[in-house]
């Protein structure tokens, strides 16, 4: 809902969606250790919602992580995977959201915008790991785990799967929106049929760590080389 009102926010503020900007990872305070406060807390708070869809998975006699498949079981499966997932979607992902800026549907997106400290790329990396666990576990799977069990057909459960995790992203413009709900189409098909989270956390995870950590470390002209800033 607030990704909703941030778009109409923004098509109605008189300046074009493509000279506007969204920016992620900022930082809370000039004080260094109060800034780092602040972004620890952030991402733990954030991840209250994980543990409670969780509790609401979990079954007598079995694990909520064991249902969804988020485990340690197969690391190198699960990376393998992760890293193809990662590259089918990063990939076209730059892409579109390249293309979103030339067409001026898509505001220019700081993934970064934290003050440079020795805890820089540690609280990003975390980040990411924060933003995947958040995504995966409830959009993929306990929403997807739900809807079947309230009767939906498959088709509709990644629809709706799909259409939320696009819709999150409206506050980065419509293209971002697009990218995401395909994305959203392609880890809910595989999580479908797989029943497997892990994978789907890792790949999230290296597209947001490269976003990230690329954006902090990457110098201005290499940025605007990109067409990120």
């Known amino acids: 809902m607030y990704a909703v009102v941030n778009i109409i926010a923004r098509l109605t503020a008189g300046t074009p969606l493509g000279e506007q900007t969204a920016a992620l990872n900022v930082s809370r305070s000039a004080r260094p250790y109060l800034d780092l ?15 409670l869809a969780l509790f609401l998975l979990a079954e007598p006699g079995r694990r909520a992580t ?15 995977a992760g890293v193809g997932l990662a590259a089918l979607i990063g990939i076209p992902g730059l892409a579109l959201y ?14 970064s915008a934290l003050n440079a400290h020795w805890w820089t790329v ?11 666990l958040l995504e995966e576990v409830i959009v993929a799977g306990y ?56 994978p789907l956390v890792v790949a999230h995870t290296l597209i947001d760590v490269v976003a990230f950590v690329g954006y902090a ?9 990109l067409g990120l800033a």
């Open 143 to 198: 929403l997807i785990e739900r809807l079947e069990q309230l009767g939906w057909r498959h088709g509709a459960v990644v629809a709706a799967s799909a259409l939320m995790r696009g819709a999150y992203h409206l506050y980065q413009g419509f293209g971002p929106f697009v990218g995401n709900a395909v994305m959203g189409v392609v880890f809910a098909e595989y999580y479908r049929r797989r029943r497997r989270t892990m």
């Open 37 to 51: 406060t602040y972004q620890l807390l952030g991402i733990g708070f954030a991840l209250v919602p994980v543990a």
């Open 122 to 132: 540690p609280v990003l990396i975390l980040a990411a790991l924060q933003n995947a």
């Open 98 to 111: 390249l293309l979103g800026r030339t067409l001026g549907l898509t505001v220019e997106v700081q993934a």
């Open 217 to 225: 470390l990457l110098p201005a002209g290499a940025l605007a080389a």
């Open 66 to 80: 064991a249902r969804i498949g988020l485990d340690l079981h197969r690391p190198w499966r699960n990376l393998a």
